[in-house]
T-cell receptor, first 110, second 117 residues
Framework: GQQLNQSPQSMFIQEGEDVSMNCTSS?????WLWYKQDPGEGPVLLIA?????ELTSNGRLTAQFGITRKDSFLNISASIPSDVGIYFC??????????FGTGTRLLVSP | GAVVSQHPSWVICKSGTSVKIECRSL??????MFWYRQFPKQSLMLMAT?????????EQGVEKDKFLINHASLTLSTLTVTSAHPEDSSFYIC?????????????FGQGTRLTVV
């Protein structure tokens, strides 16, 4: 099935650093969602974006819906060890099924 | 966020037996639920869309007779892996969509680790 290009594939950073990851698509979406998945668990919704150009924050997380509707990024500021996990973007057009990104694995060193 | 409960969280079964996994939306009604399969270090791959009161829509390459889906109510969908084989061992995850106006959010269950021996 279709997957979105998500980069970077993995990151290893020091606690306190800021992190940025992005997601690109060849087709447009009208909803972008960002999830975090811990090992052995289902994805947990972090941020939902519904409007091109929209910038939304959730605590230390900030995500933006690209103006072209073909991309989105997620920033994490002042990372902490519990930020460790896999982050997935997902795009949706209308009420159709989600299309997931390939995931970004984040490791945070104390 | 909304709560989606998946049960069991893990199961070990013998080859040739069938396993049923339940997915419940606890605090909202979901006309549509989705079933995914995830292999280690990979993204989620959609298997099928479960529609309340009608037949599920399967993705290309997913055997509908092998992975039986039933969505009998607005809060419950079940996935039955029939005649399971070791290659069916995987992490299965469901999601339910909650719609508010024109916005839709998808919430996921905690996943079920299936091991077929």
């Amino acid at each position: 099935g279709q997957q979105l290009n998500q980069s970077p594939q993995s990151m290893f950073i020091q606690e306190g650093e800021d992190v940025s990851m992005n997601c690109t698509s060849s087709s447009i979406f009208n909803t972008w969602l960002w999830y975090k998945q811990d090992p052995g668990e289902g994805p947990v919704l972090l941020i939902a974006l519904y409007k091109a150009g929209e910038l939304t924050s959730n605590g230390r997380l900030t995500a933006q819906f690209g103006i072209t509707r073909k991309d989105s990024f997620l920033n994490i500021s002042a990372s902490i060890p519990s930020d460790v996990g896999i982050y997935f973007c997902a795009g949706q057009l209308g009420f159709q099924k989600l299309v997931f990104g390939t995931g970004t694995r984040l490791l945070v060193s104390p | 966020g909304a709560v989606v409960s998946q049960h069991p969280s893990w199961v070990i079964c013998k080859s040739g037996t069938s396993v049923k996994i339940e997915c419940r939306s606890l605090d909202f009604q979901a006309t549509t639920m989705f079933w995914y399969r995830q292999f280690p270090k990979q993204s989620l791959m959609l298997m099928a869309t479960s529609n309340e009161g009608s037949k599920a829509t399967y993705e290309q390459g997913v055997e509908k007779d092998k992975f039986l889906i039933n969505h009998a109510s607005l809060t419950l969908s079940t996935l039955t892996v029939t005649s399971a084989h070791p290659e069916d061992s995987s992490f299965y995850i469901c999601s339910a969509s909650r719609t508010g106006g024109t916005n839709t959010e998808a919430f996921f269950g905690q996943g079920t680790r299936l091991t077929v021996v």
